[in-house]
């Protein structure tokens, strides 16, 4: 018996956005109700449409990767098949970005004549019962479903279906096809690995996202069933064993028994975003408590100062609790991608404005800092120190390794570019929520907001956020509409603002204005078109220190400024990478402003000598301390000039 899942708050299931529950504290608002018009997140979805987007789909085509859909069709393979098992996954994530971007554009004939061809060639290639996927199934390739540790089938799924999730919910009714193609492989699925199916999982979770999300649009219950039962197999040892441990595809520990996430940090992220839409969508409160706590233990030992995650590059993994050395931060862009899946979720239902600040931090320092101002090379791995140049990577390139010094146009492994294209594509999307009392702004960006808020007192609300953010603290929303009766605005002040002030000027009468602390500032009143509320907190920089635990980093300090997290880069040194090495900062001696979002900061560089044996009693060497004031910059604009090194935690001097 097939039943259905319904939406009950004021945003449908078709909402323009990545992540529509049916029920939770907030609703989100999507890409046709907040609109970004200028400004530091402007600049990169221009970039992310003009050059990622072309530049994805080139390489897709050049590394054969969209041609193994061809061949599947040509009914040819394995024979000609190029690429890694999930190969699939990233024409997925490309047309998952192309549907957010056609709805952030509000269409456009070329790019939408590019998606329907990707489709088609997609739906060339799935077979009679619904299976798509070009890497098994033929003679000559294993059998479907034999390899569930490595062969990824369900996780490129998981793929098609955020895809067709975003192409539903950005054009509803299209005619291109793919949600049929989406919907026949999740019923395909529901028979071979429901109650009596196949009863073990994928080794890299994904495919329950694309499921809660596939069962929201479409309101087949049986798809998050699936999802359910996919997310409670996990853990209790259905994968068999490696060399990483089971850890390594959170097969070690069921999930409401997890203290922390653990193992590789895509796939714990990734399964903690679907274990919070089950456990929102089936009201079971004890997994989401599970969750809570885990992200609870994950920020506060396990996160890189820049909100990244991962700091083993063997496995891609979580290192210990205060596991976090800078050199060897793995950071993978598409952890912290995931971690913003999490994270976000965790927000909509619960409202804690913990999940928007880390939110913020991971885009800032993670998502803006993998690809590169021409949008057309990308971190994989995002250290936290770099110890040597290196080489360039050329633009012509596969690079086969994720942790080059500078960005590389495409990996072997390429699932970060095609990730920061669908983010970027969707930012809008998490700018801006609603409930039956009023709007909330979690991030800050130069956009328009045209929405209804929902409840008996409810109606149109329309207003234009200006800010030139993170430049300055000062984020203005200038209301155009409102309902009659009062509504609340709700602005985040972060964490770390000081001395913030929430200001409101009416239209007519004279401008109030009340000191706010961390958290939501609220402003509950009968809004009127031209009232103008203001948020201003200050933005100076500030000497951030590790917990003493987080050994690797203890006794150095790293600056930040707002939301952004700075760096100390070779070129902006005299000596270059060899001064690098030996710097070591003056923290009263302070930080200074400079122009373009830079700082000045006072380092020293401490005298070394080569010796055979780098360890001794005294390592003073016979020359004095040179003094410099340095330039420092954002972290997420290093690597830009050049081969460098860099550092984001700089040692404190010895006195
Ligand atoms: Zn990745």
Redesign the pocket.
């Known amino acids: 018996m097939s039943t259905t899942i319904s939406n009950t708050s004021t945003h449908t299931a078709l909402s323009m956005a990545p992540v529509v529950p049916t029920t939770g504290a907030l609703s989100p608002l999507g890409l046709d109700e907040v609109r970004i018009t200028d400004g530091f997140w402007a600049d990169r979805q221009r970039v992310n449409g003009a050059a990622t987007l072309p530049h994805v789909e080139h390489w897709l085509e050049r590394e054969g990767w969209l041609r193994n859909f061809d061949l599947a069709a040509a009914g040819t393979l394995p024979e000609g098949r190029r690429g890694r098992e999930f190969a699939d996954s990233e024409v997925y994530k490309y047309l998952e970005a192309v549907a957010w971007e056609l709805g952030r554009l509000g269409g456009d004939d070329a790019l939408e004549s590019r998606f329907r061809s990707v489709v088609d060639r997609v739906a060339g290639a799935q077979e009679a019962d619904g299976y798509v996927n070009t890497r098994f199934g033929r003679p000559g390739q294993g059998e479907r479903w034999s390899d569930l540790e490595w062969g990824h089938e369900l996780y490129c799924l998981g793929h098609l279906f955020q895809a067709a999730v975003a192409r539903e919910r950005t054009s509803p009714g299209a005619d291109d096809g793919l949600l049929g193609i989406a919907t026949r492989a999740a019923d395909l699925i529901c028979e071979v690995f429901g109650t009596d199916g196949i009863q073990s999982v994928c080794g890299h979770a994904e495919v329950e996202i694309g499921l809660a999300e596939l069962a929201r649009v479409t309101g087949e219950s049986r798809y998050l069933d699936l999802a359910s039962l996919f997310v409670e197999r996990r853990g209790t040892g259905v994968l068999a064993d490696i060399e990483y441990g089971r850890a390594y595809f959170q097969d070690d520990v069921p999930i409401r028994e997890a203290e922390a996430l653990r193992g590789h940090a895509?796939r714990a992220n990734y399964l903690a975003a679907g274990a919070t839409d089950i456990a929102v969508e089936q009201g079971d409160t004890g997994l989401l408590e599970a969750l809570r706590g885990q992200w609870d233990r994950t920020i506060a030992r396990r996160t890189y100062l820049t909100g990244g995650q991962g700091s083993h590059h063997q496995d891609e993994a979580f290192g210990e609790d205060f596991e976090l050395p800078s050199d060897r931060a793995y950071s993978?862009?598409?952890?912290g991608?995931a971690s913003i899946m999490f994270s976000w979720r965790l927000l909509l239902e619960d409202r804690d404005v913990r999940y928007a600040d880390h939110i913020e931090r991971v885009l800032y320092n993670v998502v803006a800092t993998s690809p590169s101002a021409a949008g057309t090379a990308f971190f994989?791995a995002n250290t936290l120190h770099q110890r040597t140049p290196g080489e360039s990577s050329p633009d012509d390139e596969v690079s086969p390794r994720?942790s080059s010094s500078e960005r590389a146009p495409w990996?072997d492994?390429?699932?970060?570019p095609p990730?920061v294209a669908r983010t970027l594509a969707s930012l809008a999307a998490f700018v801006a929520t609603s409930d039956d009392h009023g709007v909330q702004i979690h991030q800050f960006a130069s956009a328009t907001i045209d929405t209804t808020i929902g409840g008996a007192h409810g109606g149109r609300f329309r207003a234009e956020l200006v800010t030139d953010y993170p430049r300055s603290g000062v984020v203005s929303l200038r209301i155009l509409e409102a309902p009659r009766d009062a509504v609340t605005v709700s602005i985040r002040v972060p964490s770390w603002a000081d001395d913030a002030r929430l200001s409101v000027t009416p239209a007519s009468g004279a401008e109030e204005t009340q000191d706010v602390a961390p958290g939501y500032a609220d402003l509950a009143r009968v809004f009127a078109a031209g009232d103008v509320v203001e948020l201003s907190f200050g933005m100076r920089p500030r000497v951030t220190h590790p917990d003493p635990r987080v050994d690797a980093i203890r006794g150095a300090v790293a600056i930040e400024r707002g939301p952004e997290v700075y760096c100390v880069e070779s070129v902006d040194l005299p000596g270059g990478d060899e001064t690098l090495a030996r710097i070591e900062i003056v923290p009263d001696a302070g930080v200074e402003e400079a122009a373009d979002g830079r700082l000045t900061v006072a380092l020293r560089a401490r005298p070394v000598v080569d010796a055979a044996w780098p360890y001794a009693e005294r390592f003073d060497a016979p020359r004095d301390v040179e003094s410099f004031t340095a330039t420092i910059a954002p972290y997420h604009s290093w690597a830009e000039r050049g081969p460098s090194t860099m550092r984001v935690w700089i040692p404190t001097t010895r006195s």
Request: net charge negative; charged share 5%.
């Open positions: 895509v993978e862009t598409c952890a991608i994989y994720a990996f492994v390429s699932c970060c990730n």
